[in-house]
């Protein structure tokens, strides 16, 4: 049973960079040919996906978010990590990690395993 975990500040600052880790328990982030993806949910809003990191290390970008987003990863920890710059009260959020196959990237990926999400709250 793969789980997964976010982890990370729930109050970030305007202007500063939100930081959140998952770290994913019952299986590798480097099998293949698994995706691992970052989702947000902001309130009263739909789900946004907004970037993944292939099993391969290959990084992917919603285009929207691109300029402001880097996901990483440390596989010695078998985690990912996201990070969103210049935040805004619009980042406010429950930020989600998720694993899903390729086709997240095109926007048709389907999720099979998800963590609890985080709530994260962008306010001076």
């Known amino acids: 049973q793969v789980q997964l975990q976010e982890s990370g500040p729930g109050l970030v600052k305007p202007s500063q960079t939100l930081s959140l880790t998952c770290t994913v328990s019952?299986?590798?982030?480097?099998?293949?040919?698994?995706?691992w993806s970052w989702i947000r949910q902001p309130p009263g809003k739909g789900l946004e996906w907004m970037g993944a990191i292939a099993y391969s290390g290959s990084t992917y970008y919603s285009p929207s978010l691109k300029s402001r987003t880097s996901i990483s990863r440390d596989t010695s920890k078998n985690q990912f990590t996201l990070q969103l710059s210049s935040v805004t009260p619009e980042d406010t959020a429950v930020y989600y990690c998720?694993?899903?196959?390729?086709?997240?990237?095109?926007?048709?990926?389907?999720?099979?395993?998800w963590g609890q999400g985080t709530q994260v709250t962008v306010s001076s």
């Open positions: 998720a694993r899903s196959d390729a086709a997240v990237v095109a926007g048709t990926g389907e999720y099979d395993y």
């Open positions: 019952g299986g590798s982030i480097t099998t293949n040919y698994y995706y």
